[in-house]
């Protein structure tokens, strides 16, 4: 689980860095984190920031702190919500999207990337959801 992890991550990275502003890497950690709700997704969250911030130019720490938080945020709220929904991940990696879109500087397009974002979320959630429960229930 945790290669497949690493895997979507690099990709989600690599398409960050060279093709687009989409927040790929938080759609990914989100997706991960609702489904498997593991503290090892708090490292690579820190590590996936760190480089992305390297590879953008950006100040170093900003999306490592960013995607800690929101991950933090999201498991301290599974009690209160149920966070294994589409609602749950539409909202909020909508919201996620616009603050890490205004963290990062970019002012261009605040209202249809983090739509778009959103859905890209959802639809990423509900094949990560399809394609992990066999994994999950070998563990």
């Not at 945790?2 to 093709?19: D, N, R, T």
């Not at 170093?60 to 929101?70: A, D, M, P, Y």
């Not at 205004?102 to 639809?123: C, D, K, M, R, T």
Request: glycine content about 4%; some cysteine; proline content about 2%.
């Amino acid at each position: 689980m945790k290669f497949l992890a690493v895997v979507l991550l690099s990709l989600a990275l690599v398409l960050e860095v060279s093709l687009t502003t989409i927040p790929f890497i938080f759609l990914v950690l989100l997706c991960l984190t609702v489904i498997l709700k593991e503290n090892w997704l708090f490292v690579l969250a820190f590590v996936f920031g760190l480089l992305i911030d390297l590879l953008s130019f950006k100040m170093i720490g900003i999306s490592s702190s960013f995607f800690v938080l929101i991950l933090f945020l999201v498991l301290l709220y599974q009690s209160k919500f149920e966070i294994t929904t589409g609602y749950f991940i539409f909202i909020s990696s909508l919201l996620g999207s616009f603050v890490f879109l205004v963290i990062s500087g970019y002012h261009n397009s605040l209202i249809l990337e983090p739509l778009l974002s959103a859905f890209i979320g959802l639809l990423m959630f509900k094949l990560l959801q399809k394609f992990t429960k066999p994994l999950i229930a070998n563990h």
